[in-house]
């Protein structure tokens, strides 16, 4: 029997916007969290993202507090939700709105980045749900433009991520103005000791759901790792767009400055991109995200900060230009793609000096992403056969040292190269031949130059031979240079003779 939205005994007003919005059959964590939810009960939830977890606790959260329809009071909530992003916490945001638009209750949603005012005028008015980024949540608290005295559900979503940006505090800190008698959700893709610890602070006789196997990756996604030299990276990325299967690509990258560099290079490329980082403001993260979803982008660049909780649909290829510090973090960029229950592929260049990140994040997963060989792989687009033959990246492109034939080294006349020169014109090298000087000083005599004299073993006088050089300039013996002391400016455009101390003698 297939379980559906109608089964759960949801309100009528959930069921109609969940019909407009196209939802007919639960995703797995929907089915196996709402009934619990609805009850009243808290839940441990471990899933990935582009699994349906935002509405597994939305839905039930409308119906809970449809049921028990009171006003909420001035600057207090009745549901708080704890986003580490603000473009999750927009999103979920928009989804309360859109499950809950027959219901008529009061959203807002409040994160850094943007005016106070409007924020602080929505919380006066008193809400029924609030999603929030900690930061922001706990500026408002300090102002006490927000009481969270009243609050009667609790949700932590990407709890994972709340401990990479270093949020267990502030979100112990928010936990604390909240009742003891409330309802607790919480949810994470991957469950580490510190956030398994603050599970177990959190919840009470918690109600679990996995609905993937922990710390694994999403099975529809195609995953393949490029082994290349760091400086080639950018080249190879530009490259793969020459195939057409890579519509709606995400990039990305470790640091702020490098996704905007990665973003300007394929744009030099003929390459539509754009890039979204903490250091944008929020009306530039917006514009970027509105582009890329409405396809005027092919290509988003991010970090993972900005990036979690963009939820694209359609997207192609998630490419980890650089691999992530945290190896979770490696399960959250991908889950970018695959999602609603299509297929994606994700493609991670390692450089040498990233093969520890590589294998963390095998082990993470509990599994090992196979190797790319890009001549044969019709998934990574079809590469450009000078750079393949430039060696981007596989030891297989250069033969091994032994290999290759005496005398092939820099300089030298290559035959694998059909004729072309080499710098110094194709000519062998000149072999010195012994002399003197150096068949002296084996035997422990002095070296013995046949082009000049000994040198002097008189002290070196340098005005001595500023004179001498001067007066060879100007034809005239030594006798009539300058003495010592007398200089003159030299003309301005003049070189000195004197080492650049800007005076001629």
């Not at 999603?131 to 990407?158: N, Y």
């Not at 956030?195 to 996995?210: C, D, N, R, S, T």
């Not at 991010?302 to 980890?320: L, Y």
């Amino acid at each position: 029997m297939t379980t559906t939205f109608e089964s759960f005994g949801l309100n009528k007003a959930l069921l109609q916007a969940l019909t407009t919005e196209g939802y007919t059959i639960p995703t797995p964590i929907q089915a196996q969290a709402i009934p619990s939810v609805m009850l009243g009960k808290d839940l441990l939830g471990i899933a990935q993202t582009g699994t349906g977890k935002t509405a597994a606790f939305a839905l039930p959260i409308l119906h809970r507090l449809a049921e028990n329809r009171v006003a909420p009071l001035p600057r207090t909530t009745r549901c708080l939700i704890l986003s580490p992003t603000r473009e999750l916490a927009s999103q979920i945001a928009e989804s309360f709105k859109a499950y809950g638009k027959h219901l008529g209750f009061k959203v807002a949603v409040v994160f850094g980045g943007v005016k106070y005012g409007p924020q602080e005028r929505a919380i006066q008015a008193g809400l029924d749900v609030l999603v929030a980024t900690p930061g922001r949540l706990l500026d408002h608290m300090q102002q006490k433009t927000l009481d969270l005295s009243s609050t009667e559900i609790f949700v932590l979503d990407e709890a994972d991520q709340m401990l990479d940006l270093g949020f267990v505090k502030p979100i112990r800190q928010i936990v604390s103005r909240i009742p003891a008698k409330r309802q607790n959700l919480f949810f994470s893709a991957t469950m580490p000791t510190e956030i398994g610890k603050l599970a177990g602070e959190l919840l009470k006789e918690p109600v679990k759901v996995q609905v993937t196997p922990q710390s694994t990756t999403v099975e529809r996604i195609n995953q393949s790792v490029i082994h290349i030299e760091q400086g080639r990276k950018r080249a190879l990325l530009t490259e793969m767009f020459a195939d057409d299967k890579f519509t709606r690509c995400l990039v990305f990258t470790k640091t702020k400055h490098g996704a905007d560099k990665v973003a300007a290079y394929l744009e030099a490329g003929g390459v539509q991109a754009g890039a979204i980082h903490g250091n944008k403001s929020q009306p530039q993260r917006e514009r970027t995200l509105a582009a890329f979803k409405a396809g005027k982008l092919r290509v988003l660049v991010a970090t993972d900060i900005a990036a979690r909780g963009i939820d694209v649909d359609g997207v192609s290829h998630v490419v980890n230009f650089e691999l992530p510090f945290v190896p979770e973090a490696y399960v959250h960029r991908i889950g970018r793609t695959a999602r609603a229950g299509k297929d994606g592929s994700a493609v991670s260049f390692c450089a040498g000096d990233e093969m520890k990140l590589l294998k963390d994040i095998e082990k993470v997963t509990r599994q090992k992403i196979p190797a790319s060989d890009r001549r044969n792989d019709k998934s990574l687009g079809l590469l450009d056969q000078s750079i393949m033959a430039a060696g981007v990246g596989t030891k297989a492109t250069m033969p091994d040292r032994e290999e290759r034939p005496r005398g092939e080294g820099r300089g030298a006349r290559n035959p694998r190269r059909d004729g072309v020169k080499p710098a110094h014109g194709g000519q062998p090298h000149r072999q010195r031949k012994p002399g003197p000087a150096r068949d002296g000083a084996r035997d422990g005599a002095p070296r013995v130059h046949h082009d000049r004299p000994l040198a002097s073993t008189q002290p070196f006088d340098p005005l001595a031979a500023d004179r001498a050089r001067s007066a060879a300039a100007a034809n005239r013996p030594v006798s009539e240079a300058k003495p010592d002391g007398e200089f003159k400016r030299r003309p301005r455009g003049r070189r000195p003779s004197n080492g650049g101390k800007g005076y001629a003698a």
